[in-house]
């Protein structure tokens, strides 16, 4: 299993041991342990460098491992010893979409007892939040863009808690603590602004939409 530093540790530099190269319709290098955040929990996969070879994707393998999706492994083979450099202009991203929709999911709750956050998805131009309403809420996308609006100026703090490989949670201030594996911004503030897209419901399912604007 690859050790995922990612959890407790957020490097985008370092250096990783190749446990093994895989060579076939996609070029994988796997790792002992990896700083790179594969996609899961809604949140894309980090990109980078490993050695000279550029990683496009991170991905859970079907076995758990960590695999880092390469255009070409060249010469790299197991045992090398590589430093890797993580894209940070998409890890910012990536935590940014992750982090507003863990504030809209606390927000929304807060303000809208009745709509429970089930799922999210925090992919930049497809972000969306989705809602089981439990009764009917007169819930507004006008309403839900000024309380996420307030909660980034106030510039909440998001606290990163438990143990980083079995309990790890995330919250927001007072806001329901929610388990999870991906990557935040250490406070609201550095979401710096969340377009509400729109507003959806569809089998007893609630959707908010949204985007992160500029920075
Ligand atoms: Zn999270």
Redesign the pocket.
Known sequence: MTIRRYLENSALTGEVTVTSVITGEKVIIRTSETWFHPQG?GQRGDRGKIGDAQVLDTRFSADGQIDHIVSDAGRIQPGMKLPFTIDEEQRMINMRM?SAG?LIAGVVEASFPGLIAVSGHHWPGEGRVEFREEKQTDITQAEVARLVGKAIEADLKVAISGDPYTNRV?SIENYRP?P?G?T?VSSTSEIFDIEIKGIKRKKGKLRIGYDILGC
Request: charged letters at 0%; hydrophobic letters at 10%.
């Open positions: 929990g992750h863990h995330c929610i999870c991906g935040h």
